[in-house]
């Protein structure tokens, strides 16, 4: 099949680092590494826990040590670095940035955008030499990448953002231009899960077809069978859009201050910080929001597995949809397990003195659900007489005037 040409803009900040400065960091490796994650949670919906099967099916696409992937991607022209500040001080834009982006405690701090630029666009070129059902199944990845995910650090915070917006055809599979474009607001509307129906409609008949027995997937049951150990798509996950609309940076500066006060806030922790915990009840319900946690130099949650440390991403993902001045924070989190049994995280102070602590599933649940519910009714967790960062205010949600 001949090259296509898609057209992909990059919709929100978007922090992409290489070895060489001078160039953007829009990389096809990392690209593929994206499109990997969203080939997993939609072919997961399928083969749950599975993970040889689900191991067999990813090979069968992107390709492995043993063989090659059937679809070629190329970046011709990767988008010029721009250098561009992103002044914000100790602000909800700079807590979403994190300590690697920017330094709160400095009130000038900024972050200069460097190698992707925002906004901008490039040319992504794709070629399939495979199964029609391999190539579907690569095109709905990148679709999964740009319509829920993003490239580059702090995806989970709402950077890294890119929009499908031209399309070559012909397609292959079910595709067309209209399908294969990144969606709008009105489509996040309706959404309180990310579904595997509309787009992604005859996934597992596509997967089944990348095996030599394809009754390996048909023969599957329908709807996973237990809690998935990674995050995948389907009625484990919880989603919702928050009205309103605004442009990106101050979307992202609400965003950031939204999800710091939620943080702090006494029905996320439940009291439960390091100067309140105690033998007896050593839960720690903030911990499913992201693990290590570090408070100072000497104070810190961890969890080890043996000699390796585990770290967990937080399972509640924040991602602005739309474009211009009218978009709006989409919210979805991943409901599967958040460790693996076993492993319990430590509350560390000062060398030698750790407490072990516990983190329940409940307790992802109930933040991800409060967030996810409190974002869709338009409510806050914002209070005016919450100190600056670093406070101890614990406000409770409330709705919004907006």
């Given at each position: 099949m001949t090259w296509i040409t898609l057209r992909l803009t990059v919709a929100t900040p978007l922090f992409s680092?290489?070895?060489?400065?001078?160039?953007?960091?829009?990389?096809?490796?990392s690209l593929r590494g994206a499109m990997r994650f969203w080939f997993r949670a939609l072919a997961g919906?399928?083969?749950?826990?599975?993970?040889?099967?689900l191991a067999e099916l990813e090979s069968a696409v992107f390709g492995s040590?043993?063989?090659?992937?059937?679809?070629?991607?190329?970046?011709?022209?990767?988008?010029?670095?721009?250098?561009?500040?992103?002044?914000?001080?100790?602000?909800?834009?700079?807590?979403?940035?994190?300590?690697?982006?920017?330094?709160?405690?400095?009130?000038?701090s900024h972050?200069?955008?460097?190698?992707?630029?925002?906004?901008?666009?490039?040319?992504?070129?794709?070629?399939?030499?495979?199964?029609?059902?391999?190539?579907?199944?690569?095109?709905a990845s990148l679709w999964l990448t740009c319509t829920y995910g993003g490239l580059g650090s702090r995806v989970r915070r709402g950077f890294g953002g890119?929009?499908?917006?031209?399309?070559?055809?012909?397609?292959?599979?079910?595709?067309?231009?209209?399908?294969?474009?990144?969606?709008?607001p009105e489509f996040f509307e309706a959404l309180d899960h990310l579904p595997t129906d509309g787009p992604l409609t005859g996934h597992r008949e596509q997967l089944a077809?990348?095996?030599?027995?394809?009754?390996?997937?048909?023969?599957?049951?329908?709807?996973?069978?237990?809690?998935?150990?990674?995050?995948?798509?389907?009625?484990?996950?919880?989603?919702s859009l928050r009205p309103g609309g605004e442009s990106c940076i101050p979307l992202l500066e609400r965003i950031g201050t939204e999800w710091r006060h939620f943080r702090m806030d006494r029905e996320t922790t439940e009291g439960r910080r390091p100067g309140d915990i105690r033998s007896g009840d050593n839960r720690y319900p903030l911990g499913a929001l992201g693990l290590p946690v570090v408070y100072d130099k000497t104070t810190s949650v961890r969890v080890r597995q043996g000699t390796e440390e585990l770290r967990r991403a937080s399972p509640i993902w924040l991602r602005p949809v739309g474009?211009?001045?009218?978009?709006?924070?989409?919210?979805?989190?991943?409901?599967?397990?958040?460790?693996p049994p076993g492993p319990r995280p430590v509350l560390w102070k000062d060398p030698g003195a750790k407490t072990?602590?516990?983190?329940?599933?409940?307790?992802?649940?109930?933040?991800?659900?409060?967030?996810?519910?409190?974002?869709?009714?338009?409510?806050?967790?914002v209070r005016d007489d919450a100190p600056p960062r670093g406070g101890r205010a614990q406000p409770s949600a409330r709705r919004s005037s907006r």
């Open positions: 680092y290489g070895a060489n400065q001078l160039e953007s960091g829009v990389r096809v490796p919906s399928v083969v749950g826990n599975d993970l040889r099967l040590t043993e063989r090659s992937s059937p679809v070629k991607l190329r970046i011709p022209k990767p988008p010029a670095p721009v250098k561009k500040q992103l002044s914000s001080g100790p602000s909800g834009l700079n807590y979403l940035r994190g300590m690697g982006l920017a330094d709160g405690a400095d009130p000038r972050v200069e955008v460097h190698r992707a630029g925002f906004p901008s666009a490039f040319d992504l070129m794709i070629r399939f030499t495979g199964s029609e059902e391999a190539s579907s199944l690569a095109l890119l929009r499908i917006t031209e399309v070559d055809k012909p397609l292959p599979g079910p595709w067309t231009p209209e399908t294969l474009r990144t969606p709008g077809a990348l095996l030599g027995d394809p009754r390996r997937v048909l023969d599957l049951p329908l709807g996973l069978q237990e809690r998935p150990s990674y995050p995948v798509l389907g009625l484990h996950t919880r989603a474009t211009g001045s009218k978009m709006q924070l989409f919210s979805f989190a991943f409901l599967g397990d958040f460790l072990e602590l516990v983190i329940e599933h409940r307790d992802l649940v109930k933040r991800a659900e409060r967030w996810i519910f409190t974002m869709r009714e338009g409510g806050t967790f």
